[in-house]
């Protein structure tokens, strides 16, 4: 069974820098996606980035630019470096992982294709 640890979440001040690491466990299939979403209080899960097991990468147009995935696939981790952070990006982030290959081979944000979940890592963004 999969299994996904998130870690790397905190406080930083706006125009910050921050990187959260996912660290996930051997999947049963080669065709899997994994990636980050966050959840803000009051507000809909959204995916913020997510990379398949071949290399395509989804990202969301809103946060383009600013936020880029790494995958390590020896060291079995997923980063994402967060950079110019603003407020706005205060949430819970979760990593997860399609392991049915429903978005195989081209990543989607769409939470509800993701069949397996960390227990989410909490980043604040505030003065």
């Known amino acids: 069974q999969a299994r996904l640890v998130e870690s790397g979440g905190g406080l930083v001040q706006p125009g910050g820098s921050l990187r959260l690491s996912c660290e996930y466990s051997?999947?049963?299939?080669?065709?899997?996606?994994i990636g980050w979403f966050r959840q803000a209080p009051g507000k809909e899960r959204e995916g913020v980035g997510c990379i398949s097991s071949n290399g395509n990468t989804y990202y969301s147009d809103r946060l383009k630019g600013r936020f880029t995935l790494t995958r390590d696939d020896v060291k079995k981790t997923l980063l994402l470096e967060m950079n110019s952070l603003k407020p706005e990006d205060t949430a819970l982030y979760y990593c997860a992982a399609d392991t049915v290959g429903r978005t195989w081979p081209t990543p989607r944000g769409d939470f509800y294709d993701y069949d397996f979940w960390g227990q989410g890592t909490q980043v604040t963004v505030a003065s």
């Open positions: 051997d999947f049963s299939s080669h065709y899997y996606v």
